[in-house]
């Protein structure tokens, strides 16, 4: 517990004198309604019939990033997501129905770099990339995968920044946005 306290003591002090130097640190939380990732599982359903499934519901996708910046140009951090789907299943064999939810949960952990582009104290124009493990689970499975990641994006804002990024990737696919704090 002494050493949480005193890491978090240097930590508000190197902060300190780092917001009267401009901003080193920025921690952002981001949400999208959806992905095309999500909507793709739909389209490897069962054609044999004995499977059939409700609408998708998800509760979207989650992401928490933090950053530090080595140079204007050149940002380094780490890049947590989560998304989570389920839908009804409905399964037809030797004339009986069995009803079932099918749940999927996808989280994944990327190291990021981020180089800016344009960058000045209002605007910023970024793309980032980031590599890291990943897991997929369901009821049935739990499946393992490197999680990748480009993301384009751009934030407008200096102590309070909001944000807006086009994710191609392994980890999800589609545009989220959110707010970011610079510190």
Same mark, same amino acid.
């Given at each position: 517990m002494?050493r949480l306290?005193m890491i978090l ?6 902060g300190g004198?780092a ?7 920025e921690?952002?939380?981001g ?5 095309l ?14 499977t059939t ?6 509760v ?6 933090f950053?530090?910046?080595?140079k204007?140009?050149? @940002?380094?951090g780490g ?5 989570h $789907? +389920?839908?009804? #299943?409905?399964?037809?064999?030797e ?7 099918d ?13 800016t ?6 605007v910023r ?10 897991v ?10 490197t999680?990748?990641?480009f @993301?384009?994006?751009m934030?407008?804002g200096?102590k309070? $920044? +909001?944000?807006? #990024?086009?994710?191609?990737g392994s980890a999800?696919c589609g545009?989220?946005?959110?707010l970011?704090?610079?510190?």
């Amino acid at each position: 517990m002494k050493r949480l306290l005193m890491i978090l003591v240097a930590l508000l002090i190197a902060g300190g004198t780092a917001s009267s130097q401009g901003y080193d640190y920025e921690a952002r939380l981001g949400w999208t309604p959806g992905d095309l990732l999500t909507f793709i599982t739909i389209m490897g359903e069962d054609t044999s019939g004995e499977t059939t499934w409700g609408p998708l519901r998800t509760v979207g996708i989650f992401s928490a990033d933090f950053d530090v910046k080595i140079k204007p140009w050149l @940002t380094v951090g780490g890049k947590a997501n989560y998304r989570h $789907s +389920w839908r009804d #299943e409905k399964r037809y064999q030797e004339d009986c129905v069995t009803l079932g939810v099918d749940r999927t949960e996808v989280f994944s952990v990327m190291p990021t770099v981020k180089f800016t582009t344009k960058y000045d104290a209002v605007v910023r124009v970024y793309a980032g990339v980031g590599l890291g493990p990943g897991v997929i689970h369901t009821e049935d499975y739990t499946k393992y995968y490197t999680a990748f990641q480009f @993301t384009p994006g751009m934030a407008i804002g200096k102590k309070i $920044s +909001w944000y807006l #990024e086009l994710g191609l990737g392994s980890a999800w696919c589609g545009f989220i946005s959110g707010l970011g704090w610079r510190f």
